[in-house]
C-alpha cells in the first residue's frame, strides 16, 4: 500500500478556504484516494474519495493532477465546527475488500 | 439507517486482566473492521472480516488478542492478558460489500480503554 505524507497541523480561520496537500508518490494504478474526517472522542468519518482529476461534494472537493502522485482536500469557508483531524488515505479497492491505512493525519484548528 | 453501534463506551481494566469489546455493524453490512487508535495516532487495522470469515487479521497481535464474528453480523474483540500499551481507543467500522458509488467505512465511536 502507497505511503502518504501530509502536514501533521494546520490553522485557519473562519470563512477562510483550506487546502490540506497529501503526497503519495508510490500510488498504484488501482489505488483510490480517500479522505476522512475525525472529531474528538468520535470515529472518523469519510469526506470525499477520488481516482483522478476533481471530485466534488456538498462538503469538500478533491483535486488529483494527472500523475495522481499527489492530492488536495479543499474545505470551502471553514467554521469552528471543521476543527477535526483529517486523514488522507491511499488502497487498493477491489470488491469487497477495502483496506486503509492511516497515517497520523493533520490537525486543523480553525480560529474565530 | 442506524449507525454502527459499539459497547461500551469506556472500560478501566487493570493489566493482566481481561476485556471484551461489542460491536454491531450497519444492517446488511458484510464486511467488518476492528481498528485501534492510540492516543495522537491514526487508526491501525486490527482485522477484517467478510461476513464471519477472516479477511486480514495481519497485525492483530494473536498471543493476547482474539476476534470473532460468528454469525456474520455481530462481533467481539477480546483482550486477555491486558497490558498497559493496550491502553487506546478501539474503533469497530463496516462496509457493504459491492458498494461501488464509493467505498466508505462506516465507523462506530470507538471503546475507549484504559489499562492501569
Known amino acids: 500500500l502507497a505511503k502518504t505524507t501530509q502536514p501533521i497541523s494546520m490553522d485557519s480561520y473562519e470563512g477562510q478556504e483550506v487546502n490540506i496537500t497529501c503526497s503519495h508518490n508510490n500510488i498504484a494504478t488501482n489505488d483510490y484516494i480517500t479522505w476522512y474526517q475525525q472529531f474528538p472522542s468520535q470515529g472518523p468519518r469519510f469526506i470525499i474519495q477520488?481516482?483522478?482529476t476533481k471530485v466534488t461534494n456538498e462538503v469538500a472537493s478533491l483535486f488529483i493532477p494527472a500523475d495522481r502522485k499527489s492530492s488536495t482536500l479543499s474545505l470551502p469557508r471553514v467554521s469552528l465546527s471543521d476543527t477535526a483531524v483529517y486523514y488522507c488515505l491511499v488502497g487498493l479497492i477491489s470488491g469487497g475488500y477495502n483496506k486503509l491505512i492511516f497515517g497520523a493525519g493533520t490537525r486543523l484548528a480553525v480560529h474565530p | 439507517e442506524a449507525g454502527v453501534a459499539q459497547s461500551p463506551r469506556y472500560k478501566i481494566i487493570e493489566k493482566r486482566q481481561s476485556v471484551a469489546f461489542w460491536c454491531n455493524p450497519i444492517?446488511?453490512?458484510?464486511?467488518l473492521y476492528w481498528y485501534q487508535q492510540i492516543l495522537g495516532q491514526g487508526p491501525k487495522l486490527l482485522i477484517q472480516f467478510q461476513n464471519n470469515g477472516v479477511v486480514d487479521d495481519s497485525q492483530l497481535p494473536k498471543d493476547r488478542f482474539s476476534a470473532e464474528r460468528l454469525k456474520g453480523v455481530d462481533s467481539t474483540l477480546k483482550i486477555q492478558p491486558a497490558k498497559l500499551e493496550d491502553s487506546a481507543v478501539y474503533l469497530c467500522?463496516?462496509?457493504?460489500?459491492?458498494?461501488?458509488?464509493?467505498?466508505?467505512?462506516?465507523f462506530g465511536p470507538g471503546t475507549r480503554l484504559t489499562v492501569t
Open positions: 477520488g481516482y483522478k
Open positions: 467500522a463496516s462496509r457493504s460489500k459491492g458498494q461501488r458509488d464509493h467505498y466508505e467505512q462506516y
Open positions: 444492517s446488511g453490512h458484510a464486511t
